[in-house]
């Protein structure tokens, strides 16, 4: 059973820019978190998807966005990047996202903003 | 309120020896306790979790202590080997108006097992 695939794996970019980062979870899983990953913030809660509805989002600004598609695959965009965007940005999968919480952390990206 | 404070920061013990990772929470919220373990260039890996009305639970050489009332859980490894050594994240999970959970870390603990 494949397990929870992000690409791309890294990624540089300059400050101004946006990036797109995909997840593609465990086949059947239909709900979707994304977290980000910094040595000073620790990880913290970006959003969730299911059934391809934004569900939650934590408290981050608008630049962080995302969807998730009829095959439950997500993409995350992250617009006007920030030096403080640099991060790993890990996507997480389940079932339901709700009474079973068997969430599947894919390997993340990690993205470097110059 | 939304806090997980873990410690201690970084551990080191020699093998064989059982190395305890602690954390507490506010929320009472919280109704379920993962522990996940990350080694590095990797995402966090679910090792262990417990529900708030079990006061323990061991898999293999790995235990969680839950002390409801203190609002407190901790992790430990028996019988630690170096294969071991990573970064250790206990987390609680709570759930989310919209539906769905969400899961609030704490800031990490980095084993070392020594030969």
């Known amino acids: 059973k494949a397990g929870v695939t992000q690409t791309p794996r890294y990624l540089i970019k300059t400050r101004g820019q946006q990036v797109t980062l995909s997840c593609s979870p465990i086949s059947g899983h239909r709900s979707v978190s994304w977290y980000q990953q910094t040595p000073g913030q620790g990880l913290q809660f970006l959003f969730e998807y299911f059934s391809e509805t934004q569900r939650n989002k934590g408290n981050f600004p608008g630049r962080f966005s995302g969807r998730q598609f009829s095959n439950s695959r997500s993409e995350m965009n992250v617009s006007t990047l920030e030096l403080g965007d640099s991060a790993l940005y890990l996507c997480?999968?389940?079932?339901?996202?709700?009474?079973?919480?068997?969430?599947?952390f894919g390997s993340g990206t990690r993205l470097t903003v110059v | 309120q939304q806090q997980v404070k873990q410690s201690p920061q970084s551990l080191i013990v020699q093998k064989g020896g059982i190395p305890i990772i602690n954390c507490a929470y506010e929320n009472t919220a919280f109704d379920y306790f993962p522990w996940y373990q990350q080694f590095p260039g990797k995402g966090p890996a679910l090792l262990i979790a417990i529900r708030p009305d079990v006061s323990e639970k061991k898999e293999g050489r790995f235990t969680i202590s839950f002390n409801k009332s203190a609002k407190q859980f901790s992790l430990h490894i028996m019988d630690s080997q170096p294969g071991d050594s990573a970064t250790y994240f206990c987390a609680a999970s709570s759930r989310l108006t919209g539906g769905g959970n969400k899961l609030t870390f704490g800031t990490g603990t980095q084993l070392k097992v020594e030969l």
């Open positions: 997480a999968s389940s079932l339901t996202g709700q009474g079973n919480y068997g969430y599947t």
